[in-house]
């Protein structure tokens, strides 16, 4: 709206503060009034709460995320990790299972004790079920701090500036729709009785030392589709272990693609165009080249009239160029895109071209090649409207020369069927096409079974109620 004069204008929009959330007001142009804050939704219709907050419900509203938790405890006697040794709180976790949940019960060791972490590989199985779909490869415990071992005191960065544990010791940067990835920087200190700390990334082989030194910092890149990255800090004496895990993850209300965080999925139309080169006509033998582009969008299908696929939506493919050849015909190529991956979400309208290649002049397509014309083959087609009423018949008159059929074929879809009359009119009844928009194509098909393009090879025939 006008701010001032006609050449400043502001957005209807602004961002507001709701308690422990941020929300969106709109301009009222009536009034010339902003309206009252309302809270921002996520695609699963929940409000959205700052980080550390939950939606309590209309009445409660945004609400703390943590809570007290009794910790899964399979081994209290070797390894424990239960009230007498430490307490233990939960984190509501937003984007969990889709639609929101509570985190892993962390424990916090009480003073005298040292938080250790039990893999469970060394124990020769999978990953620690903590119940409610939540499993982990890592099972922290309190261990007896002793005066002649040493200790050391771990945090996290983000270079994002936007952290999120994950539970299980698990914690990740968070990218916002266009990045495609972040880095958590793990830093630490050590007690004073320590004499030594190294920093390893594991993995299936032989611990990588990346640094040493009593105080340390080290940032791990990565982005949504990579691997969690496992670290552990050793800390001498007395090979005391502190061990966790970092990655990656796309801001709430955006999605990873392969490539990059996009918001496709928050509700934006995607749109999708294709260009054919050459458009329109061309002489054979050429080549077809084809070219996708998209916006908000995820994933994509290319696709002719013939039903070959050149672009799957399960590729989550985008933008593209791809050059084909073909036999003379007319290919009509058609594509549409998605807001989300695999051909889900919000669809774009379809986009068309058309390439029609044909043989030079005085020949003609035999089956494999462009060969001297022995008796020219044609046809000739019309309809009486191509604005129908639903009630009204649609008479089409075909002529044809040296042809064995005159056939149609309606989107695209379905077999090809040959007209009754290959010269003279056909007529459908009333009632033959439902309300709607048909590409109501033809051609011709010779003794030997190839194809001619008749003129035109399609109509665009709209049909209306009574």
Same mark, same amino acid.
């Given at each position: 709206?006008?701010?001032?004069?006609?050449?400043?204008?502001?957005?209807?929009?602004?961002?507001?503060?709701?308690?422990?959330?941020?929300?969106?007001?709109?301009?009222?142009?009536?009034?010339?009034?902003?309206?009252?804050?309302?809270?921002?939704?996520?695609?699963?219709?929940?409000?959205?709460?700052? =980080?550390?907050?939950?939606?309590?419900?209309?009445?409660?509203?945004?609400?703390?995320?943590?809570?007290?938790?009794?910790?899964?405890?399979?081994?209290?006697?070797?390894?424990?990790?239960?009230?007498?040794?430490?307490?233990?709180?939960?984190?509501?976790?937003?984007?969990?299972?889709?639609?929101?949940?509570?985190?892993?019960?962390?424990?916090?060791?009480?003073?005298?004790?040292?938080?250790?972490?039990?893999?469970? =590989?060394?124990?020769?199985?999978?990953?620690?079920?903590?119940?409610?779909?939540?499993?982990?490869?890592?099972?922290?415990?309190?261990?007896?701090?002793?005066?002649?071992?040493?200790?050391?005191?771990?945090?996290?960065?983000?270079?994002?500036?936007?952290?999120?544990?994950?539970?299980?010791?698990?914690?990740?940067?968070?990218?916002?729709?266009?990045?495609?990835?972040?880095?958590?920087?793990?830093?630490?200190?050590?007690?004073?009785?320590?004499?030594?700390?190294?920093?390893?990334?594991?993995?299936?082989?032989?611990?990588?030392?990346?640094?040493?030194?009593?105080?340390?910092?080290?940032?791990?890149?990565?982005?949504?589709? =990579?691997?969690?990255?496992?670290?552990?800090?050793?800390?001498?004496?007395?090979?005391?272990?502190?061990?966790?895990?970092? +990655?990656?993850?796309?801001?709430?209300?955006?999605?990873?693609?392969?490539?990059?965080?996009?918001?496709?999925?928050? +509700?934006?139309?995607?749109?999708?165009?294709?260009?054919?080169?050459?458009?329109?006509?061309?002489?054979?033998?050429?080549?077809?080249?084809?070219?996708?582009?998209?916006?908000?969008?995820?994933?994509?299908?290319?696709?002719?009239?013939?039903?070959?696929?050149?672009?799957?939506?399960?590729?989550?493919?985008?933008?593209?160029?791809?050059?084909?050849?073909?036999?003379?015909?007319?290919?009509?190529?058609?594509?549409?895109?998605?807001?989300?991956?695999?051909?889900?979400?919000?669809?774009?309208?379809?986009?068309?071209?058309?390439?029609?290649?044909?043989?030079?002049?005085?020949?003609?397509?035999?089956?494999?090649?462009?060969?001297?014309?022995?008796?020219?083959?044609?046809?000739?087609?019309?309809?009486?409207?191509?604005?129908?009423?639903?009630?009204?018949?649609?008479?089409?008159?075909?002529?044809?020369?040296?042809?064995?059929?005159?056939?149609?074929?309606?989107?695209?879809?379905?077999?090809?069927?040959?007209?009754?009359?290959?010269?003279?009119?056909?007529?459908?009844?009333?009632?033959?096409?439902?309300?709607?928009?048909?590409?109501?194509?033809?051609?011709?098909?010779? =003794?030997?079974?190839?194809?001619?393009?008749?003129?035109?090879?399609?109509?665009?025939?709209?049909?209306?109620?009574?």
């Amino acid at each position: 709206h006008r701010n001032g004069t006609a050449e400043s204008c502001t957005s209807d929009q602004r961002s507001c503060t709701l308690p422990n959330a941020t929300g969106v007001s709109n301009y009222n142009a009536t009034t010339n009034t902003w309206g009252t804050c309302q809270h921002i939704m996520q695609t699963t219709g929940i409000p959205q709460c700052n =980080d550390g907050f939950r939606w309590g419900g209309s009445s409660q509203g945004c609400i703390t995320g943590t809570r007290a938790c009794t910790p899964y405890n399979p081994y209290p006697t070797q390894y424990p990790r239960g009230s007498t040794v430490a307490t233990a709180s939960q984190t509501w976790n937003a984007i969990l299972n889709g639609s929101g949940g509570w985190d892993m019960c962390e424990i916090q060791c009480k003073p005298g004790y040292t938080k250790q972490t039990l893999y469970a =590989d060394a124990l020769g199985i999978g990953n620690f079920d903590f119940g409610g779909g939540v499993t982990s490869t890592g099972l922290d415990y309190c261990s007896p701090t002793q005066g002649t071992v040493g200790g050391a005191s771990i945090n996290y960065q983000s270079s994002t500036g936007s952290l999120l544990s994950g539970g299980g010791g698990i914690h990740y940067c968070l990218i916002a729709a266009g990045g495609r990835e972040c880095s958590v920087s793990v830093n630490w200190t050590t007690s004073s009785v320590s004499s030594g700390a190294t920093l390893y990334k594991l993995g299936n082989s032989t611990p990588l030392t990346l640094k040493t030194g009593l105080t340390g910092s080290h940032a791990f890149m990565s982005d949504p589709g =990579d691997a969690l990255v496992r670290f552990t800090l050793e800390v001498q004496p007395g090979n005391m272990s502190y061990s966790g895990m970092v +990655g990656a993850r796309c801001a709430t209300g955006s999605t990873w693609n392969g490539t990059t965080c996009t918001n496709g999925t928050t +509700g934006q139309n995607p749109t999708a165009s294709l260009t054919i080169s050459p458009q329109g006509t061309a002489v054979y033998p050429t080549s077809i080249s084809y070219t996708l582009s998209s916006q908000n969008a995820q994933s994509c299908r290319v696709a002719d009239q013939n039903g070959a696929v050149y672009v799957s939506p399960s590729e989550n493919v985008t933008q593209k160029t791809v050059t084909s050849t073909t036999h003379p015909s007319t290919l009509i190529f058609s594509t549409q895109c998605w807001s989300g991956l695999n051909g889900t979400g919000i669809a774009s309208a379809v986009s068309t071209q058309s390439s029609t290649v044909s043989c030079p002049a005085n020949t003609s397509w035999n089956g494999s090649a462009c060969a001297s014309a022995v008796a020219a083959s044609s046809c000739n087609v019309s309809v009486s409207t191509s604005n129908l009423k639903a009630n009204m018949p649609l008479a089409v008159l075909v002529s044809s020369t040296n042809l064995a059929a005159v056939q149609t074929n309606v989107d695209y879809q379905g077999p090809w069927i040959s007209f009754a009359n290959k010269n003279g009119t056909n007529v459908y009844p009333s009632g033959t096409f439902q309300v709607g928009s048909y590409i109501y194509s033809f051609r011709g098909v010779k =003794d030997d079974g190839s194809t001619v393009i008749c003129t035109p090879p399609s109509i665009f025939l709209q049909v209306t109620a009574p």
